[in-house]
Nanobody, 122 residues
Framework: VQLQASGGGLVQAGGSLRLSCAGS????????MGWFRQAPGKEREFVAA????????YYADSIKGRFNVSRDNAKSTVFLQMNSLKPEDTAVYYC????????????????WGQGTQVTVSS
C-alpha cells in the first residue's frame, strides 16, 4: 500500500490544521493506522493511532484533548485534526499502516507516507 500525507503548513499558535493520509494500491481498511511526528534533532514519536474500522483510538499524552484521529475507509483516507496547536507541535508528520492495533511503536508499522511539514509560530 502507498500512503500520501498532505495538509501541513504554517499556522499560528492556537490555530488548527487537518492532515490527510490517502492510501492507494490496497484498501486501508485492512490496516491499523498511525500518525507519528519528528521534530528537528529529535527522534520520531508516536502521535495517534486508529484501529481498522475506527472503533478504537489511541493518543500520546502530549496531544490528548487537542488532536483527533479518524478514518474514512470508503475513501481510503485517514485524518488527523489538530486543534490548539502549540509551537512544540512543529514537526514533520508521518502516517503509517500496520497490522497491530493500538501500537505506539514505529517498528510495528509496515508502510509509511512521505511526511508533511507542520510549523506552528508563536
Amino acid at each position: 500500500v502507498q500512503l500520501q500525507a498532505s495538509g501541513g503548513g504554517l499556522v499560528q499558535a492556537g490555530g488548527s490544521l487537518r492532515l490527510s493520509c490517502a492510501g492507494s494500491g490496497r484498501t486501508l481498511s485492512g490496516y491499523h493506522m498511525g500518525w507519528f511526528r519528528q521534530a528537528p534533532g529529535k527522534e520520531r514519536e508516536f502521535v495517534a493511532a486508529i484501529s481498522r474500522y475506527g472503533g478504537s483510538t489511541y493518543y500520546a499524552d502530549s496531544i490528548k484533548g487537542r488532536f483527533n484521529v479518524s478514518r474514512d475507509n470508503a475513501k481510503s483516507t485517514v485524518f488527523l485534526q489538530m486543534n490548539s496547536l502549540k509551537p512544540e507541535d512543529t514537526a514533520v508528520y508521518y502516517c503509517a499502516a500496520g497490522r497491530y492495533g493500538g501500537s505506539t511503536s514505529e517498528y510495528e508499522y509496515d508502510y509509511w507516507g512521505q511526511g508533511t511539514q507542520v510549523t506552528v509560530s508563536s
